[in-house]
């Protein structure tokens, strides 16, 4: 089992007392502790040392924690760090001035241990969530080797550093031969445990710099950086010679497997792309295939007439269904398993769990009345999946509070939109999601959060599912709220706000929604109907 990360927490205050105070509770939480008594040696170490967090404070001496959030956010090298402020300054317009700046929290002196504790964890945990999703998102799930998506990342950075520096970047194309057939005799269970084990195989025979990643299908592929093609080649060769002569067996019965290979390599003689250079592979996989199968063939020792011209004939359209299927099942796939985590934010509010089921119908029917798009419908349901989950960052104390709550209570829900697209950025396929998300608090006057965009400046996915979010929440029995409202005194109070909380083509789409709905809605009360006529 991986051993857990111990995580790095750096602390700027020019103060010892507090240095040595933070750096107590800090190694009480099992956190590594790095301390930096000024703004400049603190954005040393930042560079140096990527600490998980920082802690900042305000008022220091020669550059202050403003100045120093400032340099570190326009430094590539630590702008994706978190950073919350420590400071006595405790003046709204100071705390402002820090978020703005990109903090992720701002805490007063004298702190609360256990308050400070809370949030640390809270960032922490946020972090932890996001590096798993990442994960998942970069992982083929059957082979548990790099997806086809991580796999173009990585070589396209390595391509880069080739041609800048200088040196050869090498790609090896595997195919498992006559993998159909293991399918058909043997079933599908079967010739996935075989791939399962050619991922293994090749895993376990590269260096430590090369990647292996699963490409699609039957097909492998492996990166070895400042590789030439020669070698490259001859690596290739020991890796089917691994395959072949490995112990085959399908229920007990013996079979052979076999790998045919392709090799290319970019040796900064041209500017060759990633695409280009998975092209030269898979012509020299296909020459390997059509010399008979378990043998490797370099693109550089391909005859005129080997060489397919994919862009001329069915192959590239081919090619082209295939990607495009594989990414539709990684979409969803990684869709399943974030909803899966928000079982972890319905612990904390289990009214989320219908909430989500709610939102995702009403914004379905506002969209169907508005006509928009199958596109942006089907962005709205994901975006309606995962709209709460920032919610993580709100503590249990804030979030079943069930008077006022306080401006700096106020301030933490108000981030929930951001951090629910801090969560999904890193994963890089849900982007037009990410932006609806965000939004979706903005009121059409200008007067929301968390950018105050104003009127059609707000994207309309944004503005539909803040209409549906609001019915629900007002409909809805929740420790805040024990005497839901009716759908149709709801409906009105909308309506009363068209134009100023929210986009009157989107109200007026949404009455014509309720109008046809209206038995069945609201859903969160009818759904707690339904044991009662059960009995």
Excluded at 239 to 264: E, F, M, Q, R
């Amino acid at each position: 089992m991986q051993q857990k990360r111990q995580r790095k927490i750096l602390v700027i205050d020019d103060s010892q007392a507090n240095l040595i105070l933070l750096r107590a509770h800090l190694n009480s939480m099992g956190l590594v502790a790095l301390m930096a008594d000024n703004a400049l040696d603190g954005i040393t170490i930042a560079v140096e040392q990527r600490p998980d967090v920082i802690l900042l404070d305000v008022m220091m001496p020669q550059i202050d924690g403003f100045e120093a959030c400032r340099r570190l956010k326009a430094d590539v090298r630590t702008s994706s760090i978190p950073i919350i402020f420590v400071s006595a300054k405790d003046q709204a317009e100071d705390k402002i001035s820090g978020l703005k700046l990109g903090a992720i929290d701002y805490v007063t002196k004298p702190f609360n241990k256990g308050e400070l504790q809370a949030r640390i964890g809270i960032v922490l945990q946020m972090m932890e969530l996001q590096e798993r999703l990442l994960l998942l998102a970069n992982t083929d799930e059957l082979t548990s080797l790099a997806n086809r998506r991580h796999f173009f990342q990585i070589l396209d950075r390595e391509l880069l550093q080739a041609k800048i520096r200088g040196g050869s970047v090498a790609v090896m194309m595997f195919d498992v031969d006559h993998f159909k057939n293991i399918n058909d005799t043997f079933g599908h269970l079967a010739g996935d445990k075989i791939l399962q084990q050619v991922g293994k195989i090749l895993s376990e025979n590269i260096y430590p710099m090369d990647m292996a990643a699963r490409y699609g299908g039957e097909e492998f592929i492996v990166l070895m950086p400042g590789m030439p093609v020669e070698i490259a080649t001859q690596r290739a060769q020991k890796l089917i010679s691994h395959i072949d002569k490995n112990n085959w067996d399908v229920n007990g019965k013996p079979i052979s497997v076999t790998c045919s290979a392709g090799v290319a390599a970019f040796d900064g003689a041209d500017s060759t792309d990633p695409y280009e250079l998975i092209r030269r592979a898979d012509d020299a996989l296909y020459a390997a295939k059509n010399r008979g199968r378990n043998c490797v063939v370099p693109y550089n020792m391909l005859k005129p007439q080997e060489i397919q011209h994919t862009h001329q004939n069915g192959d590239f359209i081919e090619l082209q269904s295939k990607i495009s299927s594989l990414a539709q099942q990684i979409r969803e796939q990684t869709l399943g398993i974030i909803s899966a985590f928000t079982k972890a934010i319905i612990v904390k509010d289990p009214y989320l769990a219908s909430h989500i089921d709610n939102v995702k119908a009403y914004s379905f029917e506002i969209a169907s009345k508005m006509e928009v798009s199958q596109q942006l419908i089907d962005q709205l349901q994901t975006s309606a999946t995962l709209h709460d989950l920032g919610k993580i960052i709100i503590p249990n104390n804030i979030l079943h509070k069930t008077t006022p709550l306080s401006d700096e209570e106020m301030r933490i829900v108000q981030r929930h939109p951001i951090a629910s697209a801090e969560i999904l950025a890193p994963i890089g396929m849900f982007s037009q999601e990410i932006v609806i998300i965000r939004h979706h608090h903005e009121n059409f006057d200008g007067t929301g959060y968390p950018n105050g965009l104003i009127g059609k400046n707000i994207p309309i996915g944004s503005r539909i599912l803040a209409v549906a979010n609001v019915f629900d929440a007002i409909t809805s029995s929740k420790p805040w709220n024990l005497n839901p409202r009716s759908g149709e005194e709801t409906m009105k109070e909308i309506e009363s706000l068209a134009g100023s909380q929210f986009d009157p083509q989107v109200v007026y789409a949404f009455r014509k929604a309720y109008d046809e709905n209206q038995d069945a809605w609201p859903l969160s009360q009818k759904r707690m109907e339904m044991p009662a006529a059960a009995n």
